[in-house]
């Protein structure tokens, strides 16, 4: 009898941050031997070239196609997306895997043995697309949500939820300073929007600082559904204490922790939307060891005209060499209108390196790199404190002022921007984290245990190793 396949169904958001480890997790589940099919949007569609053994199924819409996907309206884009792509998804299951026979590959003695078997699927989700398990409970399909964040963060968005409902917001601004008292050591300044203080009433549809349609999406991606488990990008060791065990107590699913992910699987593996920029690996050569500042606000956050000349200004007169990724993506809010100092890359001369995309892991591993100025995504975080590499934070929206929080206040790895900021500022902070002293050297002694503390988590007997395995354990068994 032919051996039956053990398929995998991805379903990434079309969103850099998300589609990353989520792809991942799949090259992880490939080499344990389950066949991987990634359900994806055209919209920052996964290159299938970087992929080659992995299936791909395209949920285009053509009216979601012809959406304005501006940062702005994405909210908006993503609700559409979870309306019009369920019906194919759906369709696609039924068709595919569940109705018909799949075809596969068996080496068999037998030559003329039949090489088909019914084809069976677990269903792995970024929990913004929510679809993906609406329907996979009505095909009675096991499903397991992928959280690409950390705890606090979710922690965050239930204890926003509570203060909407109990009619506490807008907040104050006399509290904003104050802990939060499910989430110390956070602050409620911390939490996952700006809005939530009395300035933002006029933003607001209900008076309460936060847009109905964001309530509403929360609601639905705070749930977990009727999926089966939780996958987390973290481990318990590095978050807040008990943000783990109390979401895990709520939401009464095993929860799998597994990081930090991008080191976990293949390192040759490809997931950038953008054409990466080698040629910063050969500057980065030409370096001397923790000497360089890598300032990349990922693929969404950007600077406006003034914080990109002040910073700018900031890092010339500070005289550490920097390798800097000013970014020029589709639908941008900079949409090529900010623009650098006049002669300003004359000034610098081989001190900065300029690109419009870079090779992150590779340039967080090299040994070049001593510091990141960083927006604070959660990959972006986990890549650098992996390798040891301290942060400076300028974060913008979302998760990214808990995870600026845990990096400058609980890991103490590096040292925070303040929101608004001047050419001396910048040349300050990065004196501060880069040149030899006795602050600089003891933030990075602290975030060279951090990359000590995950390499223990991927060997034998560690935290991730063991969660990996767990997992692998637990996802064969829905196959049952």
Known sequence: MPSQKRYVVLVPAPLQGHITPILQLGTILESRGFSIIVAHSDYNAPDPKNHPSFSFLSLSDDEVASYDKSFQNMLMVLVAMNKKYRAKFRDYLVDHMIQNKVEVEVEDEDEDADGVSSGR??????????????????????????????????????????LKEVGCLPLPETQIEDMVPE??????????????TTLAMTTSTNNDGIPEAVTKFWEVTHSNGSSQAVIWNTMEEIESEKTLSVLEQYYQIPFFCIAPIHKMAPQSLKTSLLQEDNSCVEWLDKQSPNSVLYVSLGSIATMNENELIETAWGLAKSEVPFLWVIRKWPNDMMKGNVKLPDHFEEIIGERGKI?????????????????????????STMESISE????????SFSDQR??????????KVGLQLERSFDRGDVETIVRRLMMDGVEGNAI????????????VSMQKGGC?????????????SLYM
């Open 464 to 476: 991730s190793y063991e969660s990996l395995d767990k997992f692998t354990e637990f996802i064969s």
């Open 444 to 455: 990075r002694k602290r975030a060279l245990d951090f990359n000590y503390k995950f390499e």
């Open 402 to 411: 808990i995870n600026a929080r845990y990096v400058t206040d609980i890991w």
């Open 121 to 162: 699927c677990v269903i792995i989700y970024d929990r913004i697309m929510y679809c993906a398990d609406e329907v996979a409970k009505e095909l009675k399909i096991p499903s397991i949500v992928m959280r690409p964040y950390s705890s606090a963060y979710e922690l965050s968005r239930k204890i926003v939820l509570h």
């Open 355 to 379: 690109v419009v995309w870079a090779p992150q892991k590779e340039v967080l591993a090299h040994s070049a790199v001593g510091g990141f100025w960083s927006h604070c995504g959660w990959n």
């Open 183 to 196: 989430l110390q050591p956070f602050r409620y300044k911390d939490l996952p929007f700006p809005q939530f």
């Open 388 to 395: 040891g590499v301290p942060m400076i934070c300028k974060p």
